[in-house]
């Protein structure tokens, strides 16, 4: 099991606050060169953040920069639909596959099956809840079919993936030296009994 002292968690919880901020979308503060974090800053609340609480804090960081885009940045309001409702169960499943994985994680080979099934199956939900909502229910589409939305999910869903891929591996290679660096410099280890 991931268990992160609270400072630790704070930390982590700013800097997803402050790449959420950076990467939203075409908003205000936006680095047009980086790919959309959201998915893998719930996904990465869920591992690395215990109270069920941050989940609200990012849902409620993710409606205050969509609004403020949407009001002041001069963003389209084109996803911005009754549909919108649906990424509330889209980045819940990311942030309960990342907290399933929490509850497996060992720092060891293995770990990669739960963590690669819980990236899995996170990002599956989180795509059906999010593309399906949007494109069944935004009343952007006059005509919805089950094959038009399987061929929107082939042409759209890989550029999801792959974004999420890009910080995930870079939070693997982060989490992976911080761990290295405190067994170095912490070297005693705890025994039963």
């Given at each position: 099991?991931?268990?992160?002292?609270?400072?630790?968690?704070?930390?982590?919880?700013?800097?997803?606050?402050?790449?959420?901020?950076?990467?939203?979308?075409?908003?205000?503060?936006?680095?047009?060169?980086?790919?959309?974090?959201?998915?893998?800053?719930?996904?990465?609340?869920?591992?690395?953040?215990?109270?069920?609480?941050?989940?609200?804090?990012?849902?409620?960081?993710?409606?205050?920069?969509?609004?403020?885009?949407?009001?002041?940045?001069?963003?389209?309001?084109?996803?911005?639909?009754?549909?919108?409702?649906?990424?509330?169960?889209?980045?819940?499943?990311?942030?309960?596959?990342?907290?399933?994985?929490?509850?497996?994680?060992?720092?060891?080979?293995?770990?990669?099956?739960?963590?690669?099934?819980?990236?899995?199956?996170g990002l599956t939900f989180c795509e059906l809840?999010?593309?399906?909502?949007?494109?069944?229910?935004?009343?952007?589409?006059?005509?919805?079919?089950?094959?038009?939305?399987?061929?929107?999910?082939?042409?759209?869903?890989?550029?999801?993936?792959?974004?999420?891929?890009?910080?995930?591996?870079?939070?693997?290679?982060?989490?992976?030296?911080?761990?290295?660096?405190?067994?170095?410099?912490?070297?005693?280890?705890?025994?039963?009994?």
């Amino acid at each position: 099991m991931l268990t992160l002292s609270t400072r630790n968690q704070v930390t982590i919880g700013l800097m997803l606050a402050l790449l959420m901020i950076i990467t939203r979308g075409h908003h205000f503060a936006s680095l047009h060169s980086l790919p959309g974090a959201s998915w893998v800053i719930f996904f990465l609340a869920g591992v690395y953040l215990r109270p069920v609480g941050s989940l609200f804090i990012f849902f409620a960081l993710s409606w205050w920069l969509d609004f403020a885009a949407y009001t002041w940045g001069g963003t389209s309001g084109f996803c911005l639909t009754p549909a919108y409702i649906f990424l509330l169960p889209a980045y819940s499943s990311l942030w309960l596959a990342g907290r399933w994985y929490a509850n497996q994680h060992q720092m060891e080979w293995r770990t990669l099956i739960p963590f690669s099934l819980s990236i899995v199956a996170g990002l599956t939900f989180c795509e059906l809840f999010s593309s399906g909502g949007f494109y069944f229910f935004s009343g952007r589409f006059e005509e919805t079919t089950l094959i038009e939305f399987g061929q929107r999910l082939i042409a759209y869903f890989p550029l999801y993936i792959e974004s999420f891929l890009f910080y995930i591996g870079i939070v693997v290679a982060i989490h992976t030296a911080c761990t290295l660096i405190h067994h170095q410099f912490n070297p005693h280890k705890t025994t039963a009994g």
